[in-house]
């Protein structure tokens, strides 16, 4: 399979845990998002990467995530002390045109519950 | 602030029948939109893009038109199916900030019925 994955595809996490979820995204992409899914709602954009480089970070994304891109590959996206409204599906796209202009390739997302 | 609203939550039709989307942007018009079908658990999978200058878009049963005056995209499905069920998610580029980064609508859940 070619496309972007992650891992893991659940996650269920008691209140004040720490999780990190990963992306590998299509092999070629430079650019690399991470967005953020409730029920009943699109998409919300929380950070991207041009290879390494972490150029954005939206407000959405509180000091308890932190995003990494080592080497330019796979990413993983980290949250601290995790509360109840970080209830959410996470999802991953890449993208190989550098300017941002062409369509992005989802993972299948992973899907946090926090008790 | 830069917007994307789809106004209808669910649309229901028969099968055959087209199926007629609605997306509507706030502000400066977008370099372009993006059209995605996301089915439920999964992440949504890219279907379609218009530029600015494009007036009308088409692939295979699917066609997507751009109007710069009224503010809207339209994305129709003709002779409809079952299995074209799904959520449609409309997207817009972020002028404010990373080029690339991408607002969404909340989507429309369409249902093809037999």
């Known amino acids: 399979d070619t496309g972007v994955s992650q891992d893991p595809r659940h996650k269920i996490t008691k209140r004040g845990q720490n999780v990190t979820f990963r992306c590998d995204p299509i092999s070629e992409h430079n650019r690399l998002y991470w967005y953020r899914q409730t029920l009943g709602q699109g998409p919300e954009f929380l950070t991207y990467?041009?290879?390494?480089?972490?150029?954005?970070k939206s407000r959405l994304l509180s000091d308890r995530f932190s995003a990494e891109r080592p080497k330019g590959s796979f990413s993983t996206l980290e949250i601290q002390r995790t509360e109840q409204g970080d209830s959410a599906m996470y999802l991953c796209a890449s993208s190989l045109d550098p300017q941002g202009f062409n369509e992005q390739y989802f993972g299948p997302g992973t899907r946090l519950t926090v008790t | 602030s830069q917007k994307i609203e789809q106004n209808s939550e669910a649309l229901n039709i028969q099968e055959g029948k087209t199926a007629t989307l609605t997306c509507n942007y706030t502000n400066y018009s977008p370099a372009y939109l993006q059209w995605y079908r996301q089915d439920p658990g999964r992440g949504p999978v890219f279907l379609l893009l218009?530029?600015?200058?494009?007036k009308e878009k088409r692939k295979e049963r699917l066609k997507v038109t751009f109007d710069t005056t009224l503010k809207q995209s339209l994305f129709h499905i003709t002779a409809s199916q079952p299995a074209d069920s799904a959520t449609y998610l409309c997207?817009?580029?972020?002028?404010?900030?990373?080029?690339?980064?991408?607002?969404f609508g909340k989507g429309t859940k369409l249902s093809v019925k037999p």
């Open positions: 218009i530029r600015e200058n494009e």
């Open positions: 997207a817009r580029m972020n002028y404010g900030g990373s080029q690339g980064n991408l607002i």
């Open positions: 990467f041009q290879n390494e480089a972490q150029l954005e």
